[in-house]
C-alpha cells in the first residue's frame, strides 16, 4: 500500500509531470505508433511477403520484426522530439512566448468570445494565404527555369521567389485576418455548440492541422500521374506513424498516469523494459528471408533495417555483421562487401566468391567459319526497340497478338527463348549492344551526363564499316546526341526525331510524343537510297516507353497502361513491317541480316515495380530477341543470350575478330546449328544506381534459373528457377540446390568484373627506358618512364598515359598519384588516380607498367598544358628527387612535359585510334626553366573544391624539396 506522502507525490505528478516523465511518455507514444503502423504495413503488403516467405508462419514472424524495428525507431524519434519540445518550451524564451500567447487568449475569452477567434481568424487566413502565394511561386519559377541548367542560378531564383512570396503574404494576412475575425464573431450568436466549437482553445491547431491535410492532398491530386511513378510507401507510412502519434499519445497518457499511481519509478522502469523487448524482437525475427521482406516490401523497413546495421558498424566501413550487414570482418574496414577484392592474396575482401584468381576472359569467343549457304555481300539491319519485355510478345507466347511481324520474322529466323539485357535502363543497354562490353565495363567518357562512348571504343558501326558496308543510324531521343559518340562509325548519324519526344515535366521515365512512323520513313528512305550498296542501318524505336499512347488503325486492347503498352508494341510492330517491306520490293530481303532487340523491359507491378531502371528482376530485363541470318535454317534456342553478343556475331559474320575488348561470344553457331547449345552458359547483369553509385545490383541468369546479389546497401540473395516460375514469383534462395552453380559463377565473375584494368601490371624484367625519368618519390616509389599517345589532343577525347615504375617498398593504400595539367599558373584539370595494383602490394624489386585513362573536359582550355605528377594524401605530397639533371622538379612534383589542347573538329570524322607512340620526354620544348616560378594548382575542375583547402584530392603545394623531410608509413603486403 502507498502512503499517504507517496500518493501524493503521485497526484502531483499526474498533474504536474516532469521533464522525464514527459519525454518517457514520448518514447511510449513512439513504440505504440510504430506498433499499430508495422500492423498496417503489413496488412497492406501481406501477398506480396510471399515473394520471400510464403508460410503463413514466417509470415507472422515477419510482422513481428516490422513491428519490434518500427516500435523501436519511432520510440528514438518521437522520445527526441519530445525532448527538443519540452526543452525549447522549458529553457527558452519560446516557452515564454508560448505561455503568454496562451494566457492572452484565455484573458480575450474571458473578456469577449468574439475576440476569443482571433487565432482562429488568423490560422484560417494564413495558411490559405501562404501556401497559395508559394504555390504560384513555385508555378512561376518552374516555368521560368525549366530550360535553365546553371545550377546557382535556379536555387537563387527559387529562393527569392519563396520569400517574395512570404513577405507578400504576411501584410495580406493580417489585413484579411480581421475581416475573418468579424465574421466568427457573428457566427458566435448562432448556436451554443458552434460557439463552443469556435472558442475552444484546441480548434486553431486541430483546423490547422485539417488545412495543412487538405492542401498536401490538392497538391497530391494534382501531381498524381508523376507522384504515382514514385515509391511513396515510406511517406505514406511515416504519415501513417504521426497520424497513429494521436490515439497513441492518448493511450501512453492513460499507462503514464495507471503506472505513476502504481508506484513511483514504474515508468522509468517500463519504457527501458518495452525498448529492449523491441530490441529482442529485432534481433530474435530478423533472418535473412525475413530481412529481404522488410527491405522489398515494407514502407520503413529499410530505413530501420539500415540504422540497425549502421550502429552495429564496428569498424565504420558502411556494413554490419549482422541483420543482413553482409560483412564477414568487422574488424577490418578493408573488408566488406563491395570492396576491391585483391587477387591471390589469401583474402576475401568483398566477402563473396573467396580470394578472386586472375584471368583474361570468362569464357570462349565460338567463332566458327562461316558457312558457303550465307550471302557473302550480306547487309545488316539492326532494330532496336525502347522498354520491350519479352513476355509481352506474341512470339513468346502472350496471349494478345501485339506482334504479328515480328511472329513471321521470327518463323524465319533463330528466336532466342531466354535473351537478356544486362541493364535495365537504355543509358546502360545501348553502350553495352554497340560495344560488345558489359554497362559498368565499358569505356565511359564522364565528362558528359549520361557519360559517353570513349573515342578508344569498339563500336558495331566501325567493325561493319570495316566490312566494307555503308553504316547508317536513325535515333529519335536526346540521349542518343552526338556529343556521346555512339555515332562513332556511322556515315550517316540522323537524331532529328528527338524533337517528336519531350517531357512536360522534365522528367525522362515520363516522355510523350510518338515516332515509329517517322523512323521508318527514314529507313526506308535510306534502303532505297542504298539499295545498289552494301549497307548496315541501325534503327531505334521509342515508342513504347511510358507514356502509352493511342494511335489510329491499330487494335485496341483497354485502357489500362498495359494495355496501352501493348497498344503501342503493336503500333512500332506495324512500323517495323513496312521497313522489312520495303527490303522485299528491293529485293534484299533474303541478302539481309536482321537483329530485333528490346533495350530492357517494364514492370507492370510485379515485386511491387512499376516501369524500369533499378531492378534486374526478368520483367525489367529480359527482352526479345530475334536474329535471322540469310541462309540459315529456323530455329528456337533456349540457351540464354545478350546484348554483348550481337557485336560478337556480326564480327564473325563479317570475319573479324575475334576481339580482346568484346566480351560476348558469338551465336552464329547455334544460328546455324554447327555446335550444340553450351549447357552452363550463365548471362551476367550489372545495375549501378544513388548517390555515388551507392546501389550495386549483379545478376547472373541461365537457362534454368535467375539469380540476384544485392550488394549494397543491404547485402542478400534472391534465386528463382525461371524454368518452373518465369515471372519470378517465389525466392528459393536457401532451398533449390539446383541453382547453386549459378550462384558461383556470379561470384567468381563479379570478383573478375570488378578487377581495374591494368591490374595484373608487373614486369618480369626493368625495362629498356627510351626517356628515363627516374624521379624517386618518397621511399617507396621510383617513377621510371611515363609515355603519352600524343603530344595534342581535342577536348574530350581520351588520352592514355604509360607510367613504368620501379618498386622500392610499399605504401598506405590511402596514398594517390597526382597528374597536373596546368596552364597559366592554373590548374586545368587533372588525371588523379590509385594504381590499378594497390600501393599495399609493392614490393621491393617490383616493376610495373599501367595504362591510366583519361577523358580531356570538354571545359578544358585550348592550348599548350604542362603536366606535373606526385604522390599525394589529402594535402600531404611525398618528396621527390632525381639524379637525371634533365628532370625538374619543383614543390614535390616532377614535371612531365607538356601536352597541347585543341578546339573538336566536326563531328563524323573518322575514329582515332590512340597508341603509344610518344615519350613524355619528347612532346616539345620544356616552357619553364630549373628555378623559375611554378604554377600552383587552383582546384579540381570537376569537384569544384578549391585546392588550398585541407583534406581535398588535389594537394596543396609545399616548399620544402629533397628526401630525408618525411617518410610514409609503411606495412607488409598481405
Given at each position: ?9 503521485a ?10 516523465t ?8 513512439g513504440v ?13 503488403a ?9 508460410q ?5 514472424q ?18 527526441v522530439?519530445t ?25 480575450a ?9 482571433s ?34 542560378l ?22 484579411v ?17 458552434v ?21 498536401g ?29 494521436i490515439?497513441a ?9 495507471l ?10 522502469v ?9 530490441l529482442?524482437g ?35 566501413d ?6 543482413g550487414?553482409?560483412?564477414?570482418d ?18 576475401d575482401q568483398?566477402c ?23 550471302p ?15 513476355d509481352h ?7 494478345r497478338e ?13 528466336l532466342?527463348v ?14 553495352a549492344i ?6 559498368l565495363?565499358v ?16 563500336t558495331?558501326?566501325e ?21 556521346r ?8 548519324y ?13 522528367d ?6 510518338s515516332?515509329?512512323?517517322e523512323?521508318?520513313?527514314?529507313a526506308?528512305?535510306?534502303i ?8 548496315h ?29 501493348d ?8 512500323q517495323?513491317?513496312r521497313v ?6 528491293e529485293d ?5 541480316v ?7 523491359g517494364e ?20 527482352v ?23 557485336l ?9 575478330g575475334p ?7 558469338s ?15 550463365v548471362?551476367f547483369?550489372?545495375?549501378?544506381f ?6 550495386q ?19 542478400s ?10 515471372e519470378?514469383?517465389t ?9 547453386d552453380?549459378?550462384?558461383?559463377k ?6 573478375w ?20 625519368i627516374e ?23 581520351t588520352?592514355?598515359l604509360?607510367l ?19 596552364q ?21 624489386g617490383?616493376?610495373?607498367?599501367y ?7 570538354r571545359?578544358?582550355r585550348?592550348?599548350?598544358?604542362n603536366?606535373?605528377?606526385?604522390i ?25 612535359g607538356?601536352i ?12 582515332q ?17 630549373a ?6 594548382g587552383k ?8 585546392a588550398?583547402k ?21 606495412k607488409?603486403?598481405?
Amino acid at each position: 500500500m502507498l502512503s499517504d506522502a507517496e500518493r501524493g507525490a503521485a497526484a502531483n505528478a499526474r498533474e504536474n509531470p516532469t521533464w522525464t516523465t514527459k519525454v518517457l511518455t514520448g518514447v511510449l507514444t513512439g513504440v505504440i505508433a510504430g506498433v499499430l503502423a508495422a500492423l498496417v504495413d503489413s496488412l497492406w503488403a501481406w501477398s506480396a511477403f510471399s515473394q520471400f516467405i510464403p508460410q503463413a508462419t514466417r509470415k507472422i514472424q515477419a510482422v513481428a520484426y516490422l513491428a519490434s524495428a518500427y516500435g523501436f525507431t519511432s520510440a528514438l524519434v518521437f522520445g527526441v522530439l519530445t525532448l527538443l519540445v519540452v526543452g525549447l518550451l522549458r529553457w527558452t524564451r519560446l516557452g515564454d512566448l508560448t505561455r503568454a500567447l496562451a494566457t492572452f487568449h484565455a484573458e480575450a475569452r474571458v473578456r469577449s468570445e468574439a475576440t476569443g477567434v482571433s487565432v482562429l481568424s488568423f490560422v484560417l487566413t494564413a495558411l490559405p494565404i501562404g501556401g497559395g502565394l508559394l504555390g504560384v511561386a513555385f508555378l512561376t519559377a518552374s516555368k521560368s527555369l525549366e530550360r535553365r541548367h546553371h545550377a546557382g542560378l535556379v536555387v537563387a531564383v527559387a529562393m527569392v521567389a519563396a520569400l517574395a512570396a512570404v513577405v507578400l503574404a504576411i501584410p495580406l494576412t493580417f489585413a484579411v485576418a480581421r475581416g475573418v475575425e468579424w465574421g466568427l464573431a457573428r457566427l458566435l450568436g448562432l448556436h451554443p455548440l458552434v460557439r463552443r466549437l469556435l472558442t475552444s482553445p484546441h480548434t486553431w491547431w486541430i483546423v490547422a492541422l485539417l488545412l495543412c491535410f487538405g492542401g498536401g492532398s490538392l497538391v497530391v491530386f494534382k501531381a498524381w500521374k508523376t507522384l504515382s511513378l514514385l515509391n511513396l510507401r515510406p511517406a505514406w507510412i511515416a504519415l501513417a506513424i504521426a497520424v497513429l502519434g494521436i490515439p497513441a499519445y492518448a493511450i501512453a497518457r492513460t499507462l503514464t498516469r495507471l503506472l505513476t499511481r502504481l508506484r513511483r519509478g514504474a515508468l522509468g522502469v517500463a519504457v527501458p523494459v518495452v525498448l529492449i523487448g523491441c530490441l529482442a524482437g529485432v534481433f530474435g525475427f530478423g533472418a535473412d528471408d525475413i530481412l529481404k521482406v522488410a527491405v522489398a516490401h515494407s514502407g520503413l523497413g529499410a530505413v530501420a533495417t539500415r540504422l540497425f546495421q549502421v550502429a552495429g558498424d564496428l569498424d565504420r566501413d558502411g556494413y554490419a555483421r549482422w541483420l543482413g550487414g553482409g560483412d564477414c570482418d568487422d574488424g577490418d574496414a578493408s573488408i566488406h562487401p563491395g570492396a576491391r577484392d585483391i587477387p591471390e592474396d589469401g583474402i576475401d575482401q568483398n566477402c563473396v566468391g573467396g580470394d578472386v584468381e586472375l584471368r583474361m576472359r570468362f569464357e570462349d569467343d565460338a567463332y566458327i567459319a562461316v558457312p558457303k549457304s550465307i550471302p557473302k555481300d550480306f547487309n545488316v539491319l539492326l532494330l532496336t526497340i525502347d522498354t520491350v519485355r519479352a513476355d509481352h510478345f506474341s512470339a513468346y507466347g502472350y496471349q494478345r497478338e501485339t506482334t504479328p511481324v515480328f511472329d513471321q520474322l521470327a518463323a524465319q529466323g533463330t528466336l532466342f527463348v531466354n535473351g537478356w539485357a544486362h541493364a535495365p535502363s537504355t543509358r546502360y543497354s545501348m553502350p553495352a549492344i554497340l560495344t560488345g562490353r558489359y554497362p559498368l565495363n565499358v569505356y565511359y567518357d564522364y565528362s558528359v551526363w549520361w557519360p559517353a562512348l570513349q573515342s578508344k571504343s569498339r563500336t558495331i558501326g566501325e567493325v561493319m564499316r570495316a566490312a566494307g558496308m555503308t553504316t547508317g543510324a536513325f535515333l529519335n531521343y536526346s540521349y542518343f546526341e552526338v556529343v556521346r559518340r555512339m555515332d562513332q562509325g556511322y556515315d550517316s548519324y540522323d537524331n532529328s526525331h528527338e524533337s517528336l519526344h519531350g517531357s512536360k515535366s522534365g522528367d525522362p521515365a515520363k516522355t510523350q510524343g510518338s515516332s515509329s512512323k517517322e523512323q521508318s520513313d527514314s529507313a526506308i528512305g535510306y534502303i532505297k537510297k542504298h539499295a545498289h550498296e552494301r549497307f548496315h542501318l541501325w534503327v531505334h524505336y521509342y515508342d513504347p516507353h511510358y507514356e502509352y499512347e493511342r494511335h489510329e488503325a491499330i487494335p485496341d486492347f483497354g485502357d489500362k497502361d498495359v494495355d496501352l503498352y501493348d497498344h503501342e508494341i503493336r503500333f512500332t510492330d506495324t512500323q517495323i513491317g513496312r521497313v522489312l517491306d520495303e527490303l522485299k520490293a528491293e529485293d534484299l530481303y533474303d541478302k539481309t541480316v536482321i537483329i530485333i532487340t528490346g533495350d530492357h523491359g517494364e514492370g507492370f507491378g510485379e515485386h511491387g515495380i512499376i516501369l524500369h531502371g533499378y531492378h534486374l528482376y526478368a520483367a525489367q530485363t529480359k527482352v526479345p530477341f530475334l536474329i535471322r541470318v540469310p541462309g540459315t535454317k529456323p530455329s528456337r534456342v533456349t540457351m540464354p543470350v545478350s546484348h554483348i553478343d550481337i557485336l560478337a556475331t556480326l564480327a564473325n559474320l563479317t570475319e573479324q575478330g575475334p576481339f580482346d575488348d568484346v566480351l560476348g561470344r558469338s551465336l552464329l553457331d547455334l544460328i546455324t546449328g554447327a555446335e550444340a547449345p553450351d549447357d552452363d552458359r550463365v548471362v551476367f547483369q550489372q545495375l549501378a544506381f544513388g548517390t555515388g553509385d551507392s546501389n550495386q545490383i549483379r545478376a547472373a541468369a541461365s537457362e534454368k534459373c535467375h539469380v540476384i546479389y544485392n550488394v549494397s546497401p543491404n547485402p542478400s540473395w534472391e534465386v528463382y528457377r525461371i524454368d518452373q516460375d518465369p515471372e519470378e514469383k517465389t525466392d528459393v534462395s536457401g532451398s533449390d540446390s539446383e541453382c547453386d552453380w549459378v550462384r558461383e559463377k556470379l561470384e567468381a565473375w563479379y570478383d573478375w568484373s570488378e578487377l581495374p584494368s591494368g591490374f595484373d601490371a608487373l614486369l618480369a624484367e626493368r625495362p629498356k627506358l627510351e626517356h628515363p625519368i627516374e624521379g624517386i618519390i618518397g621511399d617507396s616509389a621510383e617513377l621510371l618512364e611515363a609515355t603519352f599517345s600524343a603530344t595534342s589532343v581535342e577536348r574530350g577525347d581520351t588520352l592514355n598515359l604509360q607510367l613504368t615504375w620501379a618498386a622500392h617498398g610499399n605504401l598506405d593504400d590511402d596514398w594517390r598519384i597526382f597528374v597536373h595539367f596546368i596552364q597559366k599558373d592554373r590548374l586545368d584539370f587533372q588525371g588523379d588516380h590509385s594504381p590499378p595494383r594497390a600501393f599495399s602490394l609493392w614490393e621491393d624489386g617490383d616493376i610495373l607498367r599501367y595504362t591510366h585513362e583519361l577523358t580531356i573536359p570538354r571545359s578544358a582550355r585550348s592550348g599548350v598544358h604542362n603536366v606535373w605528377l606526385g604522390i599525394y594524401r589529402k594535402s600531404d605530397r611525398l618528396d621527390v628527387v632525381s639524379d637525371n639533371s634533365n628532370v625538374l622538379i619543383d614543390d614535390r612534383r616532377i614535371h612531365l612535359g607538356t601536352i597541347e589542347v585543341k578546339t573538336p573538329t566536326p563531328m563524323h570524322r573518322p575514329p582515332q585510334k590512340a597508341q603509344m607512340e610518344a615519350p613524355l620526354g619528347a612532346l616539345g620544348p620544356r616552357e619553364l626553366k630549373a628555378g623559375a616560378a611554378l604554377p600552383r594548382g587552383k582546384g579540381d575542375p570537376e569537384t569544384e573544391i578549391p585546392a588550398d583547402k585541407e583534406g581535398v584530392e588535389n594537394p596543396k603545394p609545399k616548399t620544402v624539396h629533397g628526401l630525408g623531410k618525411r617518410k610514409p608509413k609503411t606495412k607488409a603486403a598481405p
